[in-house]
């Protein structure tokens, strides 16, 4: 079979497999292929569909310099930033996401960086990594309680109302902003803040599940963390782009706030190196989406998406030059 496709990012065998046997794939299994391989291949092989990552940027340059075989570009990612899909519509190359299949185990790593930035896990780790030794007295390494906590949700999609759900169990109280309030029946008991910094004022915890674009670019700032509840704890599972990481770490310096669980960052995969050495920190490398179940399902809605535009069909996920999506 002559090959019609290029997953472009080493993926997991169960992905690579069916793109193998369905399209003759020609995969990338060694590293992430650049942007210029990309089109080298697309070239050499006229290749009809791409699956790409968001580690490589697929700017207008890039998308313009495909050759007029290729009809869609299907992510393996919900965020779509690294592609200016602006570009691809004037080429007639649809590009599709895989919205969804994310939600859950983004949510979990999101519950796990509340608990983690809550109870001190870091430090934890780092006495026990010491060899433990020495009984702590009842008055030092005291975190705080998840359970009663007011959680405080920028972006209410469907990795919102996933985390929302998971924090019912902790009997939290729910807030959060949106651009518009979702129907009652998707709201899960929280309450729909008009503003941001109004909601800022009314919480414990904050947990960030915005999309990227240049209207969230630094949404949490200086401003906005001077309107936080003091000792009030964040989380960012979604953008390390929403964060403005100079004014973050001067507040967690400070104490008004208190600790943070951060999954993306601005420099990725390069961590600004003073977050490293803050113990109210508990860092992981951008994992949101890596279980084995997801990471698969993945593979599949992407090669679904492929699929049904190289068949005639309409995509599950397409994505519009005019589209602002929640995650």
Same mark, same amino acid.
């Given at each position: 079979?002559?090959?019609?496709?290029?997953v472009s990012?080493?993926?997991?065998?169960?992905?690579?497999?069916?793109?193998?046997?369905?399209?003759?794939?020609?995969?990338?299994q060694?590293?992430s292929?650049?942007a210029?391989?990309?089109?080298?291949?697309?070239?050499?092989?006229?290749?009809?569909?791409?699956?790409?990552?968001?580690?490589?940027?697929?700017?207008?340059?890039?998308?313009?310099?495909?050759p007029?075989?290729?009809?869609v570009?299907?992510?393996?990612?919900?965020?779509?930033?690294h592609?200016?899909? !602006? =570009?691809?519509?004037?080429?007639?190359i @649809? *590009?599709?996401?895989?919205?969804d299949? #994310?939600? +859950?185990?983004? $949510?979990? %790593?999101t519950?796990?960086?509340?608990?983690?930035?809550?109870?001190?896990?870091?430090?934890?780790?780092?006495?026990?990594?010491?060899?433990?030794?020495?009984?702590?007295?009842?008055?030092?390494?005291?975190?705080?309680?998840?359970?009663?906590?007011?959680l405080?949700?920028?972006?209410?999609?469907?990795i919102?109302?996933?985390v929302?759900?998971?924090?019912?169990?902790?009997?939290?109280?729910?807030?959060?902003?949106?651009?518009?309030?979702v129907?009652?029946?998707?709201?899960?008991?929280?309450r729909?803040?008009?503003?941001f910094?109004?909601?800022?004022?009314?919480?414990?915890i904050?947990?960030?599940?915005?999309?990227?674009?240049?209207?969230?670019?630094?949404?949490?700032?200086?401003?906005?963390? !001077? =309107?936080?509840?003091?000792?009030?704890? @964040? *989380?960012?599972?979604?953008?390390?782009? #929403?964060v +403005?990481?100079? $004014?973050? %770490?001067?507040a967690?310096?400070?104490?008004?706030?208190?600790?943070?669980?951060?999954?993306?960052?601005?420099?990725?995969?390069?961590?600004?190196?003073?977050?490293q050495?803050?113990?109210?920190?508990f860092l992981?490398p951008?994992?949101?989406?890596?279980?084995?179940?997801?990471?698969?399902?993945?593979?599949?809605?992407?090669?679904?998406?492929?699929?049904?535009?190289l068949?005639?069909?309409?995509?599950?996920?397409?994505?519009?030059?005019?589209?602002?999506?929640?995650?």
């Amino acid at each position: 079979m002559a090959p019609s496709i290029l997953v472009s990012a080493p993926l997991p065998d169960e992905v690579v497999t069916r793109a193998v046997r369905e399209f003759g794939a020609i995969v990338a299994q060694e590293r992430s292929l650049s942007a210029a391989e990309i089109i080298d291949l697309a070239h050499a092989h006229q290749l009809r569909g791409l699956l790409v990552t968001s580690r490589v940027k697929l700017d207008r340059t890039t998308i313009l310099s495909l050759p007029e075989t290729v009809r869609v570009l299907a992510t393996y990612s919900v965020g779509y930033d690294h592609i200016e899909v !602006a =570009a691809a519509a004037e080429r007639g190359i @649809i *590009v599709t996401n895989t919205p969804d299949v #994310l939600t +859950d185990a983004t $949510a979990d %790593i999101t519950m796990m960086l509340i608990l983690c930035a809550c109870r001190r896990a870091a430090e934890y780790l780092a006495v026990m990594r010491a060899g433990w030794g020495v009984r702590h007295e009842p008055n030092e390494l005291l975190g705080v309680q998840v359970t009663g906590k007011t959680l405080g949700i920028l972006g209410f999609g469907r990795i919102g109302q996933a985390v929302a759900r998971r924090a019912q169990g902790f009997g939290m109280k729910l807030l959060y902003h949106n651009p518009e309030p979702v129907a009652a029946a998707q709201a899960l008991g929280a309450r729909y803040v008009p503003t941001f910094h109004a909601m800022l004022r009314e919480t414990d915890i904050l947990t960030l599940h915005a999309p990227g674009g240049p209207a969230t670019d630094g949404i949490l700032d200086t401003a906005a963390l !001077a =309107a936080l509840r003091p000792g009030a704890v @964040i *989380v960012n599972a979604a953008r390390g782009q #929403l964060v +403005d990481e100079d $004014a973050l %770490i001067d507040a967690l310096k400070r104490g008004h706030v208190r600790a943070a669980g951060l999954d993306v960052f601005r420099g990725e995969p390069n961590l600004d190196p003073r977050f490293q050495v803050l113990p109210n920190v508990f860092l992981t490398p951008h994992m949101g989406s890596a279980t084995i179940e997801t990471r698969n399902a993945m593979g599949h809605r992407a090669l679904d998406n492929i699929a049904a535009v190289l068949g005639g069909d309409t995509p599950l996920d397409p994505i519009v030059a005019a589209r602002i999506g929640q995650s």
